[in-house]
């Protein structure tokens, strides 16, 4: 299964997504032009909306926050990361994120 937003680096994962920041709760909605749609509960202010995606995903994925890091995108709606954990099954990020519990 080919998978545009999900894909294996030699150090684990990488993940493309579509933030929409200020929303009522944080939550992935989907996927959305080959990224994943990620609803945030933050401004996008001071590097906030950064914070709550990575604790999100931390959460999520139970990885530590310290394992995940933003390489593109910063201060733009769409961002790559780099999650750091080569024990992550490709499958189960996928099954992970668009289940509708993630």
Request: hydrophobic share 35%; net charge positive.
């Given at each position: 299964m080919i998978c545009e937003w999900c894909s294996i680096i030699p150090r684990g994962i990488r993940l493309a997504t579509h933030i929409l920041p200020n929303a009522g709760k944080t939550e992935v909605v989907g996927v959305f032009d080959g990224a994943l749609k990620i609803r945030l509960h933050a401004q996008p202010i001071e590097g906030k909306a950064n914070e709550v995606l990575i604790r999100y995903l931390a959460g999520a994925l139970r990885v530590p926050k310290s394992a995940i890091?933003?390489?593109?995108?910063?201060?733009?709606?769409?961002?790559?990361?780099?999650?750091?954990?080569?024990?992550?099954?490709?499958?189960?990020?996928?099954?992970v994120l668009l289940s509708p519990d993630a």
């Open positions: 890091n933003i390489t593109h995108g910063h201060a733009g709606k769409r961002k790559i990361i780099e999650i750091n954990a080569r024990d992550l099954d490709l499958d189960e990020v996928r099954r």
